[in-house]
């Protein structure tokens, strides 16, 4: 039975759709969440169509790490009108079963359009597919139903859980379209924020640290990669106050970091001779003999090339890179657990985050009680083929809207993964 055990006051509870607290809101704030999360990605439709008229690009390429906007805004209201409006087991949250029974859609085509099931990558690009026009209509229909429905939920986890979930999912969705405007060289306006001041390393003394949480009642929503417990002994460690630097990174490219294969893991050296990669993605000119013209690294940033700070985070960085970066210092890639107790514990020291998303060390792994949610059991987005394979991505990015910016975040991606706004930082061996 579904459960009906109401969610208790409790410290940390939001006042804000903007806080990372989300992950426990109730009916209301809910609402209003999701009413902002749908009218951003409305937002950045509308500026992702002015952008591609400014360039001249009649239809989005078929490039690694993009699809059409149309197709990936249809997905979003697709997404929550199969979870919530169609699912009629809802009520029962993470226990729901991975393939409930379900309504017909408001969109009798929907499935075929934007199940990903159904429509495989390289057929989102279809003439068949709605236009933008229609695409937002459905967004605002969808919405409307959403908010219906959740009025009548029960104040639960378990009632609201299917609502966190849609709200977090577009919110992923936003910054994935802003990823894929960085790639398409698309100018929507966004600024990185300055950097600040650079800090020396960080020593954090041992401890005991328990990752990960047992999902229950009052414990909020948690991706299916957050859930089980990994108790753990840290050592004492010392870690970055912030991530690796451009000002860090060009003293790598200048002692021949690309050409050392000493630094490189097997793997990392494949994809380094494959790719003939010189620099980080979207990089044009690194090092020293830049510095005259106002920066040592010159990037492209939504189609522009921008002189990059030198305190600023080195970003578009694939893990192999920051492994070899790590090698090249003599030092090594944080871990999952030092990452988060220095964001927990060293704050007021000087542990800055949210510029980049991070790399962790080693490969991603479940906990100890894993379970998979009916999202992940029942899409493409299931964490069970990536285990042992894909790398975890700890903290935010500047894309990352700031309900999402939650120290228990666990993101994962292939170490390739490049496209991404994603940078890393180092302990001492």
Same mark, same amino acid.
């Given at each position: 039975?579904?459960?009906?055990?109401?969610?208790?006051?409790?410290?940390?509870?939001?006042?804000s759709?903007?806080?990372?607290?989300?992950?426990?809101?109730?009916?209301?704030?809910?609402?209003l969440?999701?009413?902002d999360?749908?009218n951003?990605?409305?937002h950045l439709?509308?500026?992702?169509?002015?952008?591609?008229?400014?360039?001249g690009?009649?239809?989005?390429?078929?490039?690694a790490?993009?699809?059409?906007?149309?197709?990936?805004a249809?997905?979003?209201g *697709?997404?929550a009108?199969? *979870?919530?409006?169609?699912?009629?087991q809802?009520?029962?949250g993470?226990?729901?079963?991975?393939?409930?029974?379900?309504?017909?859609?408001?969109?009798p085509?929907?499935?075929?359009?934007?199940n990903?099931?159904?429509?495989?990558?390289?057929?989102?690009?279809?003439?068949?597919?709605?236009?933008?026009?229609?695409?937002?209509?459905?967004?605002?229909?969808?919405?409307?139903?959403?908010?219906?429905l959740?009025?009548?939920?029960?104040?639960?986890?378990a009632?609201?859980?299917?609502?966190?979930?849609?709200?977090?999912?577009?919110d992923?969705?936003?910054?994935?379209?802003?990823?894929?405007?960085?790639?398409?060289?698309?100018?929507?306006?966004?600024?990185?924020?300055?950097?600040g001041?650079?800090?020396?390393?960080?020593s954090m003394?041992?401890?005991? *640290?328990?990752?990960?949480l047992?999902?229950?009642e009052?414990?909020?929503?948690?991706f299916a990669?957050?859930?089980?417990?990994e108790?753990l002994?840290?050592?004492?460690?010392?870690?970055?106050?912030?991530?690796?630097?451009?000002?860090?990174?060009?003293?790598?490219?200048?002692?021949?970091?690309?050409?050392?294969?000493?630094l *490189?893991?097997?793997q990392g050296?494949a994809?380094l001779?494959?790719?003939?990669?010189?620099a980080p993605?979207?990089?044009?000119?690194?090092?020293?003999?830049?510095?005259g013209?106002?920066?040592?690294?010159?990037?492209?940033?939504?189609?522009?090339?921008?002189?990059?700070?030198?305190?600023?985070?080195?970003?578009?960085v694939?893990?192999?890179?920051?492994?070899?970066?790590?090698r090249?210092?003599?030092r090594?890639?944080?871990?999952?657990?030092?990452?988060?107790?220095a964001?927990h514990?060293?704050?007021?020291?000087?542990?800055?985050?949210?510029?980049?998303?991070?790399?962790?060390?080693?490969?991603?792994?479940?906990w100890?009680?894993?379970?998979?949610?009916?999202?992940?059991?029942?899409?493409?987005?299931?964490?069970?083929p990536?285990?042992?394979?894909?790398?975890?991505?700890?903290g935010?990015?500047?894309?990352?809207?700031?309900?999402?910016?939650?120290?228990?975040?666990?993101?994962?991606?292939?170490?390739?993964r490049d496209?991404l706004?994603?940078?890393f930082r180092?302990?001492?061996?």
């Amino acid at each position: 039975m579904p459960s009906t055990t109401p969610v208790l006051p409790a410290p940390g509870l939001p006042h804000s759709i903007d806080s990372p607290d989300m992950r426990r809101a109730g009916r209301e704030l809910l609402s209003l969440a999701l009413i902002d999360a749908r009218n951003h990605t409305l937002h950045l439709l509308g500026l992702h169509e002015q952008a591609m008229q400014k360039a001249g690009m009649a239809s989005v390429p078929q490039v690694a790490g993009v699809m059409p906007q149309a197709w990936l805004a249809g997905h979003i209201g *697709w997404f929550a009108e199969w *979870w919530i409006a169609r699912n009629t087991q809802r009520a029962f949250g993470l226990d729901c079963p991975a393939r409930p029974t379900r309504l017909a859609a408001i969109e009798p085509m929907a499935d075929s359009w934007w199940n990903p099931a159904q429509r495989g990558v390289a057929d989102r690009w279809s003439q068949d597919l709605p236009d933008l026009a229609a695409t937002r209509a459905y967004l605002l229909e969808t919405l409307e139903s959403t908010l219906e429905l959740l009025e009548r939920a029960a104040e639960t986890d378990a009632g609201l859980y299917f609502y966190r979930l849609a709200l977090f999912h577009e919110d992923l969705r936003g910054e994935q379209l802003v990823a894929m405007a960085q790639t398409l060289g698309l100018q929507l306006g966004a600024e990185l924020p300055p950097p600040g001041a650079a800090r020396e390393p960080i020593s954090m003394p041992a401890t005991r *640290w328990r990752l990960g949480l047992v999902p229950g009642e009052g414990s909020g929503f948690a991706f299916a990669q957050e859930c089980g417990i990994e108790e753990l002994e840290v050592p004492e460690f010392e870690i970055d106050a912030q991530p690796v630097t451009w000002m860090q990174f060009v003293e790598f490219v200048e002692d021949g970091g690309y050409d050392r294969e000493d630094l *490189w893991s097997p793997q990392g050296w494949a994809w380094l001779q494959a790719e003939g990669r010189r620099a980080p993605r979207h990089v044009e000119q690194i090092g020293a003999a830049h510095r005259g013209t106002g920066g040592s690294v010159l990037q492209r940033r939504f189609g522009v090339a921008t002189r990059a700070a030198g305190h600023q985070s080195a970003m578009h960085v694939s893990w192999w890179e920051a492994e070899a970066w790590a090698r090249w210092a003599g030092r090594r890639l944080a871990t999952e657990a030092e990452w988060e107790i220095a964001a927990h514990g060293a704050s007021r020291r000087g542990f800055r985050w949210g510029e980049v998303h991070e790399w962790a060390a080693g490969t991603l792994r479940p906990w100890s009680g894993f379970r998979l949610d009916p999202w992940s059991a029942g899409s493409d987005f299931d964490p069970l083929p990536a285990f042992g394979h894909a790398r975890v991505l700890r903290g935010a990015s500047f894309a990352t809207r700031a309900r999402l910016r939650s120290l228990r975040f666990r993101g994962f991606a292939a170490p390739t993964r490049d496209d991404l706004f994603v940078g890393f930082r180092t302990c001492a061996i």
